[in-house]
């Protein structure tokens, strides 16, 4: 068992650990920022932390005020701001816990709700389950659509019309739009400025952009200007808002498990496992983490 804890005395910098979500590569997946014991943080000092380290996300952990083992109120910062709730964290802290103190269940208290999360041992590195908040999936207006589009620099045409945009939570909001082809999708290059006004406009956290490779199959990218940076490599809480996005719209059973991939027009391939059940609407996302090794 590794120990990773921190002591966060006002006279010592706390421990941040650094793990990439979502891939068992570290030079894959969506690196994040950990930090097991923030208590003595305040919100300016979280928020430099998450800045410098320059991740999408750097999540902030302290004992669960009700005191409950192995519960945990968590925050997130990106580099500009903080965020309701972010998966790509929540993977790597769950992870980062199951390494010092051993795996099973922990209980994630966040500004969105409340997320469990599973780490068990796969093949080649321990994996983390959440279970999102109750989702909602609402209707995207023309005008925004348009402008979304102008700010991505596509045309109506370039969009799949047997996936309509919508505005899909699981968490955060995201506004999903839907590419016809894959060359589109690997094509992304757009103005920050005029996609951030409007994200933040909407209150979204990203631009969920995917393609349908198959019946359960999708590839993602999300623009995520409004945290400061140009693209999320992996984004679990897009990918949970997208699996109640799928299961509102029909385009899959009630009872599923969507692959999605995203990060290879990057350099950094991942791989996110949506997981739906009959009767049960929150969304299952689980993916691998691996520690980011210390550059000397």
């Not at 910062?77 to 010092?100: D, I, M, N």
């Not at 956290?205 to 409004?226: K, M, N, S």
């Amino acid at each position: 068992m590794t120990t990773n804890s921190a002591t966060n005395s006002p006279d010592s910098a706390p421990d941040v650990l650094r793990y990439t979500a979502f891939a068992t590569d570290p030079a894959g997946g969506n690196p994040a920022g950990v930090v097991l014991e923030a208590a003595a943080l305040d919100d300016a000092a979280m928020l430099a932390i998450a800045a410098d380290l320059g991740y999408s996300e750097t999540a902030f952990l302290t004992p669960d005020p009700s005191g409950a083992e192995r519960a945990y109120a968590v925050r997130y910062f990106s580099p500009k701001a903080e965020v309701p709730f972010c998966g790509h964290a929540t993977v790597a802290a769950a992870v980062a816990l199951a390494e010092r103190d051993g795996a099973g269940e922990f209980v994630f208290a966040t500004q969105a709700g409340t997320v469990p999360v599973t780490v068990a041992r796969d093949a080649d590195a321990l994996r983390a389950t959440l279970t999102s908040v109750a989702p909602s999936v609402e209707d995207a207006a023309d005008d925004d659509v348009t402008e979304a589009l102008a700010a991505l620099g596509w045309d109506a045409g370039d969009l799949d019309a047997a996936l309509p945009p919508r505005i899909a939570y699981a968490g955060a909001r995201h506004l999903v739009l839907a590419a016809a082809t894959r060359a589109r999708l690997a094509d992304l290059s757009y103005d920050f400025a005029r996609l951030e006004a409007l994200m933040r406009r909407l209150d979204l956290t990203t631009a969920q952009l995917v393609w349908r490779e198959g019946d359960f199959v999708f590839h993602v990218r999300d623009p995520f200007p409004v945290g400061g940076v140009v693209e999320d490599p992996a984004t679990g809480a897009a990918a949970a808002a997208f699996g109640a996005y799928a299961r509102e719209l029909g385009l899959v059973p009630a009872d599923a498990e969507l692959t999605l991939y995203q990060g290879a027009d990057m350099g950094r391939p991942g791989v996110l496992k949506v997981v739906l059940r009959d009767g049960d609407a929150r969304v299952r996302v689980s993916g691998s983490a691996v520690r980011i090794p210390s550059t000397p």
